[in-house]
């Protein structure tokens, strides 16, 4: 099989894992080449507003590199923040059969593709956007996407809302092969009994004892709606329910500014958590909800890892990971954004369902989830590598 070169802005929390276990489980050759050190030293998050870095390894397992960067601004959020002249000596030198890129819109990414397409290497590759929620893209970008995926031999796609944004830019079918966006199932346990107990112990601290438990766990961005959350909560929550709020972000003051304003309704904050410190915020809870808009939820994962441990989420139809994952009674309910007064009718069903149907809505989400693994991921990706033309 070749060796695949694996390009990658930084060390992240769900795919590293991932990496570890194809190291393990395939005969796949690889080494995945980082452009930014953000995730393993400790660094401010600009939507998170807060100074850290992954409690989990993120290297161990799997071959990897860290390619100079001399971005004076280093980020993903804007074009120069990957910036690694260096980049094309190192994959020349370590002199790949393929090379697979996560995203494009980066300088060093437009330079490995000028690269593997200049040294007749084949490119792969694998990102997770949609046109949810837009009538369709602008003509001249649209003109552009489609010459950018012209270039690669192979493309994951991570889901249906992600395969027909690609179908729509003219990616032929024979091109596309489904690999799936996954987490670490094994982190996300819901036999742990650390997991359940440390659940427990929370819910006591914060006086959540016998009630339905809502969670927003993530960035507090406008994007991800959860000031609209709050208010739809305080509109229909009753004694028996509370909504808690973990992670950090601009909309926190506006956040606690409001539920201190109405404290009939029961909402409690716990501070951004770690990875480490996840299952138990998603084991205490009765729904976890996901109210995005716009593009800006390209899939979700905070679902996939939610109902590992069993927990029915409630989202937008504008969230990437709906149409894959979340059905409305089967494996949770789902509003639509373009309705106003949705949400809160959606969340005021959820918290109404009876013990025994919220019972089966965990057991659906356990048995659906269970197909989006490592295993369907890595059978995804081999298959695209698989396809490549020979040398």
Known sequence: MRRLAIILSHPVQYYSPWFRWLRANTPLEFRVFYLW?????????????????????????YESEFVPNVARDPGTHHFAGLDNPALAGRLAAWQPGAVLLFGYNWRSHQRAIWWARRHGVPLLFRGDSHVLGRAGLPFVR????????????????????????????????????FAPHSVNAAHFNPAEAATQAAADQLRADLGLAGKRVVLF?????????????????????????????????????????????????????????????????????????????????????????????????????????????VTPGETGWVFPTTDPAALAATLRAALHTPPEEMQRLRRNALAQVARYTYQQTSDGLLAAVASLPPP
């Not at 590992?308 to 990971?321: A, E, I, R, T």
């Open 217 to 325: 766990a993530g960035k507090f961005s406008a994007a991800k709606q959860p000031v609209e959350l709050l208010a739809a909560f305080q509109q229909v929550a009753t004694p028996d329910d509370a909504l808690v709020f973990v992670g950090d972000g601009d909309e926190r003051p506006r956040l606690q500014e409001l539920a201190a304003a109405h404290p009939a309704a029961l909402v409690r904050f716990l501070p951004f958590a770690n990875q480490s410190e996840m299952p138990a915020r998603y084991r205490l809870a009765n729904i976890f909800a996901l109210p995005s808009r716009g593009v800006y939820e390209t899939w979700g994962l905070a679902v996939n890892e939610a109902m590992h441990l069993g927990v029915p989420c409630l989202v937008s139809d504008l969230v990437g990971c709906q149409r894959d994952l």
């Open 37 to 61: 050190e953000f995730g393993v030293t400790a660094q401010r998050d600009r939507q998170f507003g807060t100074t850290f870095q992954w409690d989990v390894d993120l290297l161990a397992g």
């Open 142 to 177: 649209r003109q552009l996407l489609r010459f950018l995926y012209h270039q690669f031999a192979a493309i994951t796609y991570v889901g249906a809302a992600n395969r027909d944004y690609f179908r729509a830019l003219g990616v032929p079918e024979k091109k596309l092969f």
